[in-house]
């Protein structure tokens, strides 16, 4: 094994799990492979075919990642090809059905769509494994569910005894499940690296929309450009990119930009100015992103919260590959979170919408957290480290300041139970704020005592204390349907209950950023 990966790859040891994988699979027994971007988990299902000289199949979501992986392994000596959606190349065909490739992508549709008959002569000369790159994919729970990905089941009943290989970057436990049972796996080996990327630093800024944060962010920006490194800025929507791109260019900073509404000629060329330090900074959508293996990114910077966490890590650890020191900046404002029906848009199941809007969930709690974010990050993906302190994230950074909000948090929390039913958090907080909305004469709470007590406080004052408590279980905010609710928890009930509008026991909490500007 160590031979060959000097031979064709230059390299002299494997990293953490690529060997124990190579032999699962060299004994035929399925594997899924969570393991960080950049982590080298292609090595998994590179090495079999050259050990076996049995093809290996290997499907990728998209061309444009097959081509450069199929030109990177030529270049090293390997049989590399790839079948595209309605590819009809006659030759490639013949050449893979005699066994001729060591490793042979496709597209999902393509996979499926392949006659039987296709299948059977290559088993017949051999396939010593399938592999499942971004299986992710494959899931409701992942954040880039692709419905292709799930006919693939169709493909265990004609390779019944090829190990499947699932890889994927994306590591909570429901997405894990969902692609063992989805690609109906049998007792596979689960290799599962660590995410912790200790070089990067996490950071999450509230910001209101308008110039004048677009100027600042262009300061912020032009600050890092120019010394070596690259940034990328993401941004939710094509109408960001492009003014965000504008400002950069004003300011005379380096910048490209790259979104799905863009030629993909114009994409490429964007790309690969980028790749080549020829841009410090490239503006883009989520449509800038598999496959960037870029080692010198210095700096990701999300311009509005993204709709998962999931999604968050892969694109903020597109940064700092390389292991020296990068910083990943995420900046958010309210409406980020209220865009549920959007990226709902043609979802038709329940469990689909309500993956979308729990994931949405998490990204706010993440935003508003008053402790370590890397912490936050890896629970997340189940990873769990002891040290409450990274010292590595703008939390552990700054010295928190605390108060008690004991009287706040009564506010709130009575507001919560007087105003009964099911509400997101806007109503209680409106109430409190003494806001005289039609809905809230239609439902006489105008008339409630609490009206107008928490008027001192913006609306996102009482959000961040909100989330703060549902944090520490005072609240608990439920989903019904895409609709989210909150309602007073456990704990919460036992502090009213010793709670009276002129006495309430202490409740200590860290103010958050949030909290410290309208404090
Ligand atoms: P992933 O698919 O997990 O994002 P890749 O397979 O693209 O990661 O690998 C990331 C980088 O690490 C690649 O440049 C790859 O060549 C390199 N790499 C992989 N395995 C090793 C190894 N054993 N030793 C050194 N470098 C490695
Ligand atoms: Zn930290």
């Given at each position: 094994?160590?031979s060959?990966?000097?031979?064709?790859?230059?390299y002299?040891?494997?990293?953490?799990?690529?060997?124990?994988?190579?032999?699962?699979?060299?004994e035929?027994?399925?594997c899924l492979?969570?393991?960080?971007?950049?982590?080298?988990?292609?090595?998994?299902?590179?090495?079999?075919?050259?050990l076996?000289?049995?093809?290996?199949?290997?499907?990728?979501?998209?061309?444009?990642?097959?081509q450069?992986?199929?030109?990177?392994?030529?270049?090293?000596?390997?049989?590399?090809e790839?079948?595209?959606?309605?590819?009809s190349?006659?030759?490639?065909?013949?050449?893979?059905?005699?066994?001729h490739?060591?490793?042979?992508?496709?597209?999902?549709e393509?996979?499926?769509?392949?006659a039987?008959?296709?299948w059977s002569?290559?088993?017949?000369?051999?396939?010593?494994?399938?592999?499942?790159?971004?299986a992710?994919?494959?899931?409701?729970?992942?954040?880039?569910?692709?419905v292709?990905y799930?006919?693939l089941?169709?493909?265990?009943?004609?390779?019944?005894?090829?190990?499947?290989?699932?890889?994927?970057?994306?590591?909570?436990?429901?997405v894990?499940?969902?692609?063992?049972?989805?690609?109906?796996?049998?007792?596979p080996?689960?290799?599962?690296?660590?995410?912790?990327?200790?070089?990067?630093?996490y950071?999450?800024?509230?910001?209101?929309?308008?110039?004048?944060?677009v100027?600042?962010?262009?300061?912020?920006?032009?600050?890092?450009?120019?010394?070596?490194?690259s940034?990328?800025?993401?941004?939710?929507?094509?109408?960001?990119?492009?003014?965000?791109?504008?400002?950069?260019?004003?300011?005379?900073?380096k910048?490209?930009?790259?979104?799905?509404?863009?030629?993909?000629?114009a994409?490429?060329?964007s790309?690969?100015?980028?790749?080549?330090?020829?841009?410090?900074?490239?503006?883009?959508?989520?449509?800038?992103?598999?496959?960037?293996?870029?080692?010198?990114?210095?700096?990701v910077?999300?311009?509005?919260?993204?709709?998962?966490?999931?999604?968050?890590?892969?694109?903020?650890g597109?940064?700092?590959?390389?292991?020296?020191?990068?910083?990943?900046?995420?900046?958010?404002?309210?409406?980020d979170?209220?865009?549920?029906?959007?990226?709902?848009?043609?979802?038709?199941?329940?469990?689909?919408?309500?993956?979308?809007?729990?994931?949405?969930?998490?990204?706010q709690?993440?935003?508003?957290?008053?402790?370590?974010?890397?912490?936050?990050?890896?629970?997340?993906?189940?990873?769990h480290?002891?040290?409450?302190?990274?010292?590595?994230?703008?939390n552990?950074?700054?010295?928190?300041?605390?108060?008690?909000?004991?009287?706040e948090?009564?506010?709130l929390?009575?507001?919560?139970?007087?105003?009964?039913?099911?509400?997101?958090?806007?109503m209680?907080?409106?109430?409190?704020?003494?806001?005289?909305?039609?809905?809230?004469?239609?439902?006489?709470?105008?008339?409630?005592?609490?009206?107008?007590?928490?008027?001192?406080?913006?609306?996102?004052?009482?959000?961040?204390?909100?989330?703060?408590?549902?944090?520490?279980?005072?609240?608990?905010?439920?989903?019904?349907d895409i609709?989210?609710?909150?309602?007073?928890?456990?704990?919460?009930?036992?502090?009213?209950?010793?709670?009276?509008?002129?006495?309430q026991?202490?409740?200590?909490?860290?103010?958050?950023?949030?909290m410290?500007?309208?404090?």
């Amino acid at each position: 094994m160590i031979s060959t990966l000097k031979k064709f790859f230059g390299y002299s040891e494997f990293r953490p799990y690529q060997k124990e994988v190579i032999e699962k699979i060299l004994e035929r027994r399925d594997c899924l492979v969570v393991m960080a971007t950049g982590s080298g988990k292609s090595l998994c299902y590179q090495v079999p075919p050259l050990l076996v000289e049995k093809t290996a199949i290997v499907i990728s979501p998209l061309i444009s990642l097959m081509q450069d992986q199929v030109m990177a392994l030529k270049e090293r000596g390997i049989k590399a090809e790839y079948l595209g959606t309605g590819q009809s190349d006659h030759s490639v065909h013949i050449l893979a059905q005699s066994g001729h490739f060591h490793l042979l992508f496709m597209t999902p549709e393509k996979a499926c769509s392949l006659a039987v008959s296709f299948w059977s002569k290559l088993l017949e000369v051999g396939i010593c494994l399938l592999a499942v790159d971004e299986a992710h994919c494959i899931s409701e729970w992942g954040h880039d569910f692709r419905v292709e990905y799930k006919q693939l089941d169709k493909l265990r009943n004609i390779l019944a005894n090829v190990p499947f290989v699932g890889l994927t970057a994306t590591a909570t436990q429901k997405v894990r499940t969902d692609v063992i049972n989805s690609l109906r796996m049998n007792d596979p080996y689960v290799a599962i690296g660590s995410f912790d990327r200790e070089n990067l630093f996490y950071g999450v800024k509230h910001f209101n929309r308008g110039t004048l944060f677009v100027n600042e962010l262009v300061q912020e920006i032009s600050k890092f450009a120019g010394n070596g490194g690259s940034t990328i800025i993401y941004c939710t929507t094509i109408k960001d990119v492009e003014q965000i791109f504008e400002s950069l260019q004003e300011a005379g900073i380096k910048a490209g930009m790259y979104h799905g509404k863009m030629s993909s000629k114009a994409r490429e060329e964007s790309h690969r100015s980028f790749v080549r330090d020829e841009l410090n900074v490239m503006v883009a959508t989520i449509a800038f992103g598999m496959g960037i293996d870029k080692p010198n990114i210095r700096q990701v910077v999300h311009y509005g919260c993204p709709k998962s966490l999931q999604s968050y890590y892969q694109e903020s650890g597109r940064c700092g590959r390389d292991g020296i020191a990068s910083v990943c900046w995420l900046y958010y404002t309210g409406s980020d979170f209220t865009k549920a029906d959007f990226y709902c848009g043609e979802l038709k199941t329940e469990n689909q919408r309500r993956a979308v809007v729990e994931s949405l969930m998490i990204a706010q709690k993440y935003c508003v957290l008053a402790t370590c974010r890397r912490k936050f990050l890896l629970d997340y993906f189940g990873e769990h480290v002891s040290a409450d302190n990274c010292g590595n994230c703008d939390n552990c950074r700054v010295s928190k300041r605390e108060r008690d909000l004991s009287r706040e948090a009564f506010l709130l929390m009575a507001c919560i139970q007087s105003c009964r039913g099911k509400w997101g958090l806007n109503m209680p907080i409106d109430v409190l704020r003494g806001s005289k909305a039609k809905r809230i004469l239609d439902m006489h709470f105008d008339k409630l005592p609490l009206h107008g007590l928490g008027k001192s406080y913006l609306s996102n004052w009482w959000k961040s204390l909100a989330y703060q408590l549902i944090s520490h279980g005072y609240l608990v905010e439920t989903i019904d349907d895409i609709y989210k609710f909150v309602s007073v928890g456990k704990k919460g009930e036992q502090f009213l209950s010793t709670a009276r509008p002129d006495y309430q026991p202490p409740l200590v909490l860290p103010l958050t950023s949030e909290m410290v500007d309208g404090d």
